[in-house]
């Protein structure tokens, strides 16, 4: 029991003692996996992240949320425009590229679209913004975008599920 409740043995109070059961409940939730880019005083940058989600249909908003601890986290906080890329299942190797020790933007070929962000090319579908609003989400901030374009090349998204990649399997 905590605290008087009767608790099912596989149930949990999330917590720092059991921050590993609760990232791993949350990893059973599937989800695409983006590539968010922008233009910096450093040049272009990407940032690799599956908390995407759509907000509203009118006005269009989507949201993404960084993570504070990342070294780039005051590039995006501040950013103004920004393009969100769902990657292809396809492009796992854009994850390397754009994580800690990637090589990022270097060599890779992009352009740009009429705010400055950096696009590629590959993407399932891409959403450029405009940023909308910001919120605290404790070790994260939901940044809440202004979808200004969007852009459907279609084709099978990346998935990440339970600490994998994949893509996505129809039933029956």
Known sequence: ????????????VPGPDTSRAFRNALGCFATGVTLVTIDSADGP?????????AVSLDPALVLWSPAKSSRRFAHYRDATH???????????????????????????AHHRNPEGAPLLDNAVARFDCRQHATHDGGDHLIIVGRVLRAAVNGGQALIF?????GQFSPLG
């Open 1 to 12: 029991m905590a605290d008087g409740v009767q608790m099912h043995p596989a149930e949990f």
């Open 45 to 53: 940058m990407g940032f690799a992240a599956n908390s995407f989600a």
């Open 82 to 108: 920004y393009a969100i890329h769902v990657l292809p299942h396809s492009a796992r190797d854009l994850l390397d590229r754009f994580g800690r020790r990637g090589a990022g933007f270097s060599g890779l």
């Open 161 to 165: 599920n339970q600490g994998q990649y």
